[in-house]
């Protein structure tokens, strides 16, 4: 059984930082790794979006525009084949939202929601003013 689970949301002022992380569970991985892992957000009232994805299979890595140059994906030994870390940085009010993790095998866009079948429950981020 594939789980999904995200932590590290939480409270923060505008300018701060936080740190997500997303551990899946129950993918067999294999020597291609032909999967990738995707964070997305919804606000209140308003469409899922993605935030960034990453696809290990090329090392491929999806930033929305209105994040860029404040989010990262950090590639460095805190990643395993299971886990996918977001760095949320220079934060403000309107990152406020519920954060998913998603993952799946061989994603036909890992850059779209719709290529994922594993959700994780959510984590809150509120961004205060």
């Known amino acids: 059984e594939i789980h999904v689970a995200e932590t590290g949301g939480g409270l923060v002022q505008a300018g701060g930082s936080l740190r997500l992380s997303c551990v899946v569970t129950g993918f067999t991985f294999d020597e291609f790794d032909d999967y990738a892992i995707g964070w997305f957000r919804q606000a209140p009232g308003k469409e899922r979006e993605g935030v960034s994805c990453i696809y290990r299979g090329d090392g491929s890595i999806y930033y929305a525009d209105s994040v860029k140059g404040r989010f990262t994906i950090p590639l460095d030994n805190e990643h395993t084949k299971n886990t996918a870390i977001l760095q949320m940085n220079d934060l403000k009010p309107e990152d406020t939202a519920v954060y998913y993790c998603?993952?799946?095998?061989?994603?036909?866009?890992?850059?779209?929601?719709?290529?994922?079948?594993?959700w994780g429950q959510g984590t809150q981020v509120t961004v205060s003013s």
């Open positions: 998603a993952a799946d095998e061989r994603p036909y866009e890992y850059y779209s929601g719709s290529s994922y079948d594993y």
